[in-house]
């Protein structure tokens, strides 16, 4: 799987702005995903919104289905599945972030590498690390007052989606 880097936030605004999908994504999604209600005598039943209705669930092989069914379901909606996409992956692996550079961010363990799991939540030391991704769908933009993101918009990357203040991030964490 590898290390990857997420943003802390959970404003859903600035998550389907990272995502590049248009407002009102995250609800669908969550619409679309499957709930444990309730246990009674063993027996799990989960709400399944894309069929309307609740399903008992007695061994995995049930809840494999139900998963089956939400990923389809997700999968349908290509919004959707970007954004969860996002929410389960992040910006991805963190390449291209130089030695030096995650010593100063104190990111490298007893190993000497990396940490497995880590978080920073300065602006100016996570928008340093995001300068220096790879494989980044952005660029950060620094003005005197505060580093922004800018969201290229997934289907023309000459225009813009978001501009993303850096601080609205509330720092990033990778695991």
Not at 1 to 13: A, F, K, V
Not at 45 to 73: C, M, N, R, T
Not at 129 to 136: F, G, H, V
Not at 141 to 168: M, W
Request: proline share 4%.
């Amino acid at each position: 799987m590898g290390t990857r880097l997420y943003p802390n936030t959970t404003d859903r605004i600035v998550l389907e702005q990272l995502a590049q999908v248009p407002a009102g994504t995250m609800m669908r999604l969550n619409a679309l995903k499957a709930r444990k209600i309730a246990t009674r005598k063993g027996v799990r039943y989960y709400l399944v919104p894309h069929v309307s209705q609740l399903v008992p669930v007695h061994d995995f092989a049930g809840l494999q289905k139900i998963w089956e069914a939400e990923f389809e379901a997700i999968h349908k909606d290509a919004d959707c599945y970007r954004l969860d996409g996002f929410l389960s992956e992040g910006w991805g692996r963190m390449y291209g972030v130089s030695e030096r550079t995650a010593q100063e961010l104190g990111m490298i363990d007893e190993t000497g590498y990396i940490s497995a799991v880590g978080s920073l939540s300065d602006s100016a030391q996570v928008a340093r690390l995001l300068d220096e991704l790879d494989n980044k769908n952005f660029e950060i933009s620094l003005s005197d007052s505060e580093q922004i993101l800018v969201i290229p918009h997934p289907n023309d990357i000459h225009e813009e989606f978001a501009r993303i203040p850096i601080a609205a991030l509330d720092g990033v964490h990778w695991s």
